[in-house]
């Protein structure tokens, strides 16, 4: 039984669709309530378990409804993928109380209200694999200009997962993947930003991004969602408080643009 914030579209849907596909019955969960429907939709339609439900993380009394109601209908939860998120390419002098907010709550809020309550679950069950969404912006040293409120919001994901690591163990590990750049509609959004400020094609922004990364691609959803799955599975039962990075190699870049 799996819970993925965010699996409306993105990372979240191909986290949920693998793990489908794993054998997981998944609960989809977004606060775009239509979208989450579709995806749990094709879930079904390609032979697996999966029911959407609208959910904003960044408000407890909702987590709180929505997993009580998981809990009751499908008695456990074993896997919970805290992947809902934004993102904003603005300088941090220019970001409003606001962009603050946004980024705040959907992330370091959502994923402290998520583990609240689902935590408290897996502790009585004695197993429970938790994997939230950090960045590889969350490292030091990482070139990170213009995404003020998205970094903070991503060392405090990282930061939480460390002290969840601690306080579930022993049956319940807690972890981190720490993407790079992944084609999702978040990054195309960005590169759209991006361009406007620069005066440059989304296109050839899209381009520079993909030219710095010494594996030459960009990522793709499934890759991330693959890294997902192996923290859910047995082979990666000794592994918490990790924040794995899948990157395509960032912060190191390519000769091509140096
Ligand atoms: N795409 C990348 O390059 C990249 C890189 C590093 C980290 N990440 C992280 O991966 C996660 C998924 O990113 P993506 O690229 O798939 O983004 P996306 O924008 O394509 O999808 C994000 C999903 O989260 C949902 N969402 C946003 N706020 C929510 C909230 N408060 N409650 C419930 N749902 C909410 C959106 O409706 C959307 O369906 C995010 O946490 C993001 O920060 C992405």
Known sequence: MALVTGAARGIGRATATLLAECGATVVVADRDVVGAQQAAAAIVGAGGRAEGVGLDVGRAAEVTEVVEGVVARHGRVDFLVNNAGISLYRPLLECSEEDWDAHVDSMAKGTFLMTRAVGPV???????????????????????????????????????????????????????VGPGDVATEMMEREWEQEGERRGEAAAAVKDRYRQRL?????????????????????????????????????????????
């Open 214 to 258: 010494i594996l030459g691609e960009l990522e793709q959803p499934d890759d991330i969602a693959q890294a997902i799955a192996f923290l859910c599975s047995p082979l990666a039962g000794h592994v918490t408080g990790s924040h794995l990075i899948v990157s395509g190699g960032l912060p190191f870049t390519s000769d091509r643009t140096s």
């Open 122 to 176: 897996m502790v009585a069950q004695r197993f429970g694999r938790i994997v939230n969404l950090g960045s590889y912006v969350a490292q030091l040293n990482c070139t990170t200009k213009y995404f003020g409120p998205y970094c903070a919001a991503k060392f405090a994901v990282v930061g939480l997962t460390q002290v969840a690591a601690q306080e579930l163990a022993p049956h319940v590990t807690v972890n981190a």
